[in-house]
């Protein structure tokens, strides 16, 4: 009987009969693929549970420590367009809020939350406030204090951005002047989406 089965069929039988179908192989295959810089987990900002990051191993990251009473807030509406553009070639942002600049998120997980939908639409993932300066020390969220370890820059004030290769490898880092729709930003963006994982 399994010699009248095609390939792609036999496959997916054995799949099945392993456990190994659908999304939890998909998760399976993406821990495999898992860089040291996401081997680790945040919580998401809605309701605080652990998000791990290795669900986005493969893909180009921007990462971000936002704030909703800044300046440059209104660059939440630039990361959720350019998200909404390059999701589908394996972009993904990764928001986190911050109130070590001039305090200007104070709020609640639930309110920034609700501020960030309500006034830009974000749809993209968002973590639970946390301190991203050099000065908190052994408190700095983890990756943040990677990523600064990597590129020799720490955020000095809100939207600070980094953009990291499908790879974990590269990163660079943009100042919070520099708006994501920005043309050099953009051409950082797409040569890293074009790059091979």
């Given amino acids: ?7 792609a069929r036999r496959r997916l039988v054995l799949a099945a009969a392993l456990g190994t179908c659908g999304a ?21 900002l809605q309701d605080e549970k652990p998000q791990d990051l290795c669900q ?37 942002v990764l928001g986190f809020p911050s109130n070590d600049f001039g305090q200007q998120e104070p709020g609640t997980g639930k309110e920034i939350a609700e501020f960030c939908e309500n006034t830009f639409g974000v749809k993209f993932p968002m973590f639970a406030k946390s301190r991203v300066t050099a000065s908190a020390g052994d408190a700095a969220n983890p990756l943040f204090a990677e990523l600064a370890r990597r590129t020799g820059q720490w955020p000095k004030w809100n939207f600070h951005k980094y953009l990291v ?6 990163a660079v880092s943009f100042a919070s002047q520099v708006d994501p729709l920005e043309r050099a930003f953009v051409t950082q963006l797409e040569a890293l989406l074009a790059a091979p994982a």
Avoid at 165 to 170: E, F, K, N, V, W
């Fill in 165 to 170: 290769a499908r790879d974990g490898s590269t």
């Fill in 1 to 7: 009987m399994d010699s009248l089965l095609s390939p």
């Fill in 24 to 44: 939890g192989a998909a998760r399976r295959a993406a821990a495999a693929a898992c860089t040291p810089l996401l081997s680790r987990s945040f919580a998401r």
């Fill in 56 to 92: 986005y191993a493969g893909r180009v990251l921007l990462v971000v420590n936002t704030a909703s009473y800044c300046g440059f807030t209104p660059q939440y509406k630039s990361l959720e367009a350019l998200y909404a553009r390059y999701r589908e070639r394996g972009l993904v």
